[in-house]
């Protein structure tokens, strides 16, 4: 009799185990499910689309005045004096858009790019950098106050700079190439900033179009194609580090020669 109640316990306490252990799989298999079908649900919900609805500040113009001549014997820094005309720094740009956008309390600004690299934004037009020895390419134009770019064929100013008594070409860049100039998004985003990122770039020599050269746009590891040369809102980011790649492509898709048409950045997205 005790042994045919010691193997009746014995069996429901395997039993009992078995169905807890039954349970605890079916649990991580939900979890796991469940993360999987998060990460999935987090990978497909970044959308890219045209911004609308800026000013269009068609007839705004930025001229370099000084340095007038962009071959200087010495490194170092250096004066820069542009003039602004129909556009006026450090105003508010109108329109819905500042609010949608991180936006500067400064104004309305210049977009100042070396070589391609991040850009340093200047509210009077006339500051001063530090240039090293070299062979340069300078590209500067005018900026709303949630950085987007002015765009037009008088709101740029693009420049060789020959700095140095030697200076060396390590870009190999022509400025009658098709180039692509990355501007935004940049630096950290917080709070409600976080929820429309402004992506926005220049062409230079070239146009964008459905059947000719176009810019693709990989974020976080989602690709998009850009056809036209517009603004664009980044929508759907999840918090922390964000990846963005530009490349621009031929009509068949294949990466158009040039030292800055392909271009990797990243940004910071905080709660």
């Known amino acids: 009799m005790k042994k045919i109640q010691a193997l009746t316990m014995g069996l429901f306490l395997v039993a009992t185990f078995s169905c807890k252990q039954v349970k605890k799989e079916a649990k991580d298999g939900m979890e796991d499910a469940t993360k999987e079908l998060e990460s999935e649900v987090e990978k497909t919900t970044i959308t890219l689309s045209k911004l609308e609805g800026s000013p269009a500040y068609s007839d705004a113009e930025l001229v370099l005045e000084s340095p007038a001549n962009t071959k200087i014997d010495n490194s170092g820094e250096i004066d820069f004096e542009f003039a602004v005309n129909n556009y006026e720094l ?3 740009t109108g329109g819905p858009n500042a609010d949608k956008l ?3 309390g400064k104004g309305q600004h210049i977009h100042f790019i070396l070589n391609n690299q991040p850009y340093s934004a200047h509210y009077e037009p006339t500051f001063k950098k530090e240039i090293p020895d070299g062979v ?7 900026s709303r106050s949630y950085h987007e770019s002015v765009k037009n064929e008088n ?3 693009v420049k060789k700079m020959e700095i140095g008594s030697n ?6 860049l022509s400025m009658d190439a098709p180039t692509l100039i990355y501007s935004r998004p940049k630096g950290e985003y917080s709070g409600k900033d976080t929820e429309n990122l402004l992506l926005d770039f220049f062409v230079l020599n070239t146009t964008l179009s459905e059947d000719g050269n176009k810019v693709r746009a990989t974020i976080n590891g989602e690709e998009f194609t850009i056809t036209e040369w517009a603004p664009h809102i980044i929508k759907g980011l999840p918090m922390g580090k964000v990846t963005i790649d530009l490349e ?3 009509s068949d898709g294949n990466l158009i020669e040039g030292p800055f048409n392909k271009v990797n950045r990243s940004v910071m997205l905080k709660p």
């Not at 340069?136 to 005018?142: D, G, M, N, Q, R």
């Not at 200076?167 to 190999?172: A, I, K, N, W, Y």
């Open 136 to 142: 340069h390419h300078l590209v500067a134009f005018l």
């Open 155 to 157: 709101s740029v100013v």
């Open 167 to 172: 200076p060396q070409d390590s870009l190999g």
């Open 102 to 104: 991180a936006n500067s």
């Open 248 to 250: 621009l492509i031929d």
């Open 90 to 92: 450090g105003a508010q």
